[in-house]
């Protein structure tokens, strides 16, 4: 019997590709969407078996904020997390907030299809190398947690962070590319590089992300990684 579920992600395309190939598979879709921000309130109106929550940053603080929902306004709900192998504490995160599961983002469709029968089955959905560093860091937590807004600062290049602030500004592209003497395209690319690395999906979102977390404030010459 196929699973009835939800696909979130903070790129549409791949939410929208997963549910292709999930639904092919026998697996009922009742939606797929982005950006994961969003996943609680569609979760509650849905009502799925099971969540896949794609994220391309677990290590970013308040990344798992709608699990803790879902957890709370629908505890039969079970979420798998979908994304890279972060540090043990990204994975920790996503279990602390409730996750019945976290998959790596390069599985084969087969593995996923395995954890979301899981975690409906109410078992655990994780391999057991990346949930023995997950528990050791929930048992064993860092004594100083990462300052958000400088581990963020040292993911952009010194260009990256310039155009982060122009962005912040309101700055269009025409402008940014006016401003740094660089070409249109140029800068179109480095403004889709800062939302890649920083893991949102707009110009607004990275805005509110910086001004959060005081990242713009770090922004010093030198402050940049490169």
């Known amino acids: 019997m196929g699973v009835r579920l939800v696909v979130v992600d903070d790129h549409r395309l791949h939410a929208e590709a997963l549910a292709s190939a999930l639904k092919l598979r026998g697996h009922r879709v009742l939606a797929a969407a982005a950006p994961v ?85 109410g078992e655990s959905a994780v391999a057991p190398q990346l949930l023995q560093g997950a528990f050791a860091e929930l048992l064993h937590p860092s004594e100083q947690p990462d300052d958000e807004g400088q581990r963020l600062l040292r993911l952009l290049t010194r260009r990256e962070v310039e155009v982060l602030v122009r962005v912040a500004e309101g700055e269009d592209t025409r402008l940014i590319a006016v401003g740094m003497g660089i070409a249109p395209s140029t800068a179109r690319t480095h403004v889709q590089r800062v939302l890649m690395k920083l893991g949102v999906g707009s110009r607004l979102e990275a805005a509110a992300l910086a001004a959060r977390t005081g990242l713009l404030d770090r922004a010093a010459p030198g402050g940049a990684s490169r």
């Open 37 to 121: 921000a969003g996943a609680a309130e569609l979760v509650v109106g849905r009502a799925p078996e099971v969540c896949l929550l794609g994220t391309a940053a677990p290590d970013v603080p308040g990344v798992f904020d709608p699990v803790v929902r879902i957890r709370r306004e629908r505890p039969q709900v079970a979420v798998v997390v979908l994304g890279p192998v972060p540090s043990p504490r990204g994975i920790a995160a996503a279990f602390a907030a409730g996750a019945s599961g976290y998959v790596r983002h390069d599985e084969r469709i087969e593995g996923v299809e395995r954890a979301l029968v899981k975690a409906r089955a």
